[in-house]
């Protein structure tokens, strides 16, 4: 059972700060999603990798399988970036498709 | 192309009725996987189904929940006899393979009083 652990839990920041997310995970996995809730609870995959790093716009995701770690940052932060920023493992190997979420990050950039 | 839809959003059920939660895959998708949230934690993983088959489901509760995803129309996850402590949102994403990315719906707020 792979345990997926995120950190910081909570993260306040102020507009414009560089901000960074960390994940790691317990066994090995094909691959990573990374996952934003808003406060109205809707989920948005954000990206999926299984090694070296994606941009997007101003969110950059990055993952070292060897040492079980992701880290998902986000540059120029902006309010409308506040939410609830998830990491979850999609296991290697036969078995389960679910995913296996951490905890999340909340996440609030204020003006 | 239509995201992943799900209906209720909103779901209010007294104890021991029946909830069924209906899910519609993105054009295309044939793998479904439904999650629960409740209240103040995480998502978690309930059940993984292809059409017409239950793939994986070692998150369900043993007694009364079930899911289905017929050849046609939305997957359903059917709560029988609920309790309060059903209350959660219950998430459905699909995806077009097995192992990519995965797509998820607004999810259903299900309210037991």
């Not at chain 2, 993983?45 to 509760?61: A, C, R, T």
Request: charged share 20%.
């Amino acid at each position: 059972k792979n345990e997926v652990e995120q950190s910081p839990q909570n993260l306040t920041a102020q507009e414009g700060e560089f901000i960074t997310i960390n994940c790691s995970y317990s066994v090995g996995i094909s691959a990573l999603h990374w996952l934003q809730q808003h406060p109205g609870g809707g989920i948005v995959s954000l990206f999926m990798l299984s090694s070296g790093k994606k941009k997007h716009g101003r969110l950059i995701a990055t993952i070292n399988i060897q040492e079980k770690h992701s880290s998902l940052h986000i540059t120029a932060s902006h309010p409308r970036d506040s939410a609830v920023y998830i990491c979850a493992a999609l296991n290697s190997g036969g078995g389960a498709d679910g995913l296996t979420f951490g905890k999340g990050t909340h996440l609030i950039i204020q003006p | 192309n239509a995201g992943v839809m799900q209906n209720p959003r909103h779901l209010v059920r007294r104890r021991g009725q029946e909830a069924r939660l209906r899910c519609s895959p993105m054009k295309g998708h044939s793998h479904v996987y439904w999650y629960r949230q409740l209240p103040e934690e995480g998502l978690k993983f309930m059940v993984y189904l292809q059409k017409e088959n239950i793939i994986d489901e070692s998150g369900m509760p043993k007694e009364r929940f079930s899911a289905e995803f017929p050849k046609e129309g939305p997957s359903i996850l059917r709560i029988q006899q609920v309790v309060r402590g059903d209350s959660a949102a219950y998430f459905c994403a699909s995806s077009p393979f097995d192992r990519h990315e995965q797509y998820f719906g607004p999810g259903t707020r299900l309210t037991v009083t």
